[in-house]
């Protein structure tokens, strides 16, 4: 139902204050419906993409599982160099935090990885054994950075590290002093912009709770409210309706949500609230419907949020326009997924050895120092 009182405006052409009342309030029906059919949509579109995606997800996870463990075992081979060594832990650290983030490894094991790497560094390392100790204990996991900052392990020599670090100091300063400028600058924007937001809102708000103070505003939440009363109702499935309608409309006066006001009066009494306020009260509830249009408006990332990290990813991955576009987003990963599972699967089978995992740790090293030009 629309809150405008007048049969004869029907043109867009036409300007007045009620119009553009009822244009904002209208706008913010249906962005109301579009938030919740979002919210709906993103349910169920994790639900039926999680199920096509599992069987081919978990197949990869498995594969990453049993080459997390080989890892391990060759990592503690003596023949291995240190640099060999901490390139191989930075593999299996990659392989370990991509499972500890899947939502498909509820079949595999994971404390008893992390307690097998635990086992694997303090045998090759014992004499940092209570330092791992505590890293695992407070889930930091970072073992391949404590052991390249563990002195002990370390074979560079000081004379080269002095003279590179005399040789790049200049060039160091001048790149962080560039840095600094540009954070500053950065800053300073945002800062203003935000100072800018601030005094809008605050403004806009002066003016909410003006409004929400105004004799028309209440007179229309009391007409609301007498007509849920729910100590009117005999029957208790009514009265526990209209409870929770009554805690709908003093939650929306509560936070100033004069959109659902209306919809509430126009909704249950029957008639437009604008007959109730006058072209003052007009224009500034005006204003604030439009600002609460723009909110809502903004939601969608908040939509994303709250639904989850998973479905978040998984909506933001996977959704396209069409369903043919989605179907085809998701057969493309799956595809891709089961490819990469069977090159992992023809590595496990093929490295069983020293000789044969040192190659693939030279390149994984080696791939640390190249800059594409």
Known sequence: MKVTTSKTIQKEQQDTPESRFNNAWQRIVNQRKKNQQLQKKMNSFTETTMEQLQAPEQDYASILYVICEQFLVFYQRKSLSNWQRETLMEWFMEHYQFLRSSPFVGHLDLDSLASQCQKAIVNMHPEIAEEVDNLWQEDGLDIEDDLEDDDSLEGDDPFTEDMFESLFSDFIQNEASDEQDTKEDIFSEFFRKQKAENEKQQHEEKELDKLMKTGALNKLFRKILRQLHPDLEQDEDRRKAKNQLVSQLTDARDNGDIGTI??????????????????????NATKVLQRQFEQLRDQKDDILFEAGPIAAAIYSRFHRKTKKATQEAINDH????????????EFSVYVTSIAK?????????????????
Do not use: C, N, W
């Open 357 to 373: 995992l040192k190659p693939y740790l030279e390149d994984r090293y080696d791939r640390q120092f190249y800059v594409p030009f």
């Open 334 to 345: 799956i595809k891709e997924l089961q490819q990469d599972t069977q090159s992992l699967k």
């Open 262 to 283: 209306f919809t509430m009066y126009a909704e249950h009494i029957g008639e437009s609230p604008l007959r109730s306020l006058g072209d003052a009260d007009l224009d």
